[in-house]
């Protein structure tokens, strides 16, 4: 099997939920930093890979891909054999594009919002984040209330695509402690087997 190569930012949750996707699959994988503070990404070589010149982008042999839930589906598709992680059957896997849905939306414009404003300066509403990451949380409680993964009995993409921006919402000044279903999701999806945390800032360390 071939290394695939991520191009990703150690501090973006969009890389961290390929980078941990990878390797849940056990998949071997070179992790390439682009320096983003100094624009590599609007470079003309980085933008031949992501003309949104974003990343994460992945190299697997002659597939460039780029989207992070777009990545976690073609690697789901292509690698996991068992079809665990995206399911076959039809409710299911609307269920489950209907969280990356969820994970583009309402999890990108709240908790990862709120966390941009904090961690890297965005010139963002930031109370108005924090209150659509509230509002999201308050629906994934009662969600996660009576089941321990999104979808399902086991974990999908789902999962991965909306761990990340929660799991650091408190560096967005995003308390979950209000949460204690989406804590004990958290720390079930922390617990598997593969399993790579994204590194934390010095704001908001604490759940």
Do not use: C
Not at 23 to 52: C, I, M, W
Not at 95 to 103: E, I, P
């Amino acid at each position: 099997m071939s290394t695939i190569k991520l191009y990703r930012h150690p501090l973006s949750g969009h890389s961290h939920r390929v980078e941990v996707f990878l390797s849940l699959l056990g998949l071997p994988t070179e992790l390439v930093n682009v320096d983003l503070a100094n624009g590599a990404h609007k470079q003309a070589d980085f933008l031949k890979k992501n003309r949104f010149g974003q990343v994460p982008v992945i190299e697997d042999g002659e597939a460039t891909l780029s989207d992070s839930n777009a990545i976690l589906v073609y690697l789901a598709s292509k690698y996991d054999t068992n079809h665990e992680w995206l399911p076959r059957d039809a409710k299911a896997a609307a269920d489950v594009q209907r969280f990356l849905s969820l994970a583009a939306g309402k999890i990108a414009f709240g908790p990862a919002v709120a966390r941009l404003v904090n961690v890297f300066g965005a010139g963002l509403d930031h109370e108005n984040a924090k209150a659509i990451a509230h509002h999201t949380f308050e629906l994934l409680e009662a969600h996660l209330l009576e089941q321990d993964w999104l979808v399902g009995s086991t974990p999908t993409i789902a999962d991965v695509a909306n761990y990340t921006y929660t799991a650091h919402a408190p560096e967005g000044d995003v308390s979950l402690e209000p949460y204690p279903n989406i804590v004990a999701w958290l720390n079930r999806f922390e617990a598997l087997d593969g399993f790579v945390p994204m590194q934390k800032t010095a704001v908001g360390l604490n759940r």
